[in-house]
């Protein structure tokens, strides 16, 4: 085994002809080794699309219950939106409350790490420390939300949604991925 020389005139490998590279503290620096991307790799084949996720992962079961190497199958999901659902009006009570549910959470937190190192009565720190957090987290909640001046007054969740989701196969598996998935749709149709 021969160990990178520590001469700091020494050539890296794909340096430039005239420049070189000083050793670091384990020697010449190097790339990383290229590692291959996860999913199929070369030209694809759209096998199926279906309106809804279940659907697509229901085909790729069914490659897999026949020994289908699905290694060389994905799902993409396209026609991408945001989806923004209001879950209800947002108030300065609310607001409050949710800041001391948080602030709860806080305080647990710290009082399990102060408790960890207490002597005695840990339990009182825990409790102390929930208390306390829910209150300045109550406090913080109403002043973030009294500082909108009204401009967002409810709350919501995002999450991004495909209008349809594809099944590809790298080319050289695409007509046996198809074939099984037809023999799919047969049965859920309830042909015989």
């Given at each position: 085994?021969?160990?990178?020389s520590n001469?700091?005139t ?6 430039s ?20 991307a ?7 084949v ?127 598996v ?19």
């Open positions: 085994m021969t160990l990178p001469d700091p020494t050539p890296v490998p794909g340096a002809a005239g420049g070189s590279v000083p050793p670091g503290p384990a020697g010449v620096p190097t790339l990383p080794a290229q590692t291959p996860a999913g199929p790799a070369g030209p694809t759209v096998v199926g699309t279906y309106p809804e996720y279940a659907q697509a992962q229901q085909a790729l079961d069914h490659l897999s219950d026949n020994k289908f190497p699905v290694e060389r199958v994905s799902i993409v999901g396209t026609d991408l939106r945001l989806v923004e659902t209001v879950l209800g009006r947002l108030t300065t009570a609310r607001a409050a409350a949710a800041g001391a549910a948080s602030g709860a959470w806080f305080g647990l937190f710290i009082g399990l790490l102060f408790g960890i190192f207490s002597d005695s009565g840990w339990l009182g720190v825990i409790l102390t420390t929930v208390i306390i957090g829910a209150i300045w987290g109550a406090i913080f909640g109403a002043i973030a939300h009294a500082a909108t001046g009204g401009r967002r007054d409810f709350s919501s969740r995002s999450s991004l949604q495909a209008a349809q989701y594809a099944v590809i196969a790298d080319a050289e695409a007509d046996e991925a198809r074939h099984l998935l037809v023999q799919l749709n047969w049965r859920a149709s309830g042909a015989q």
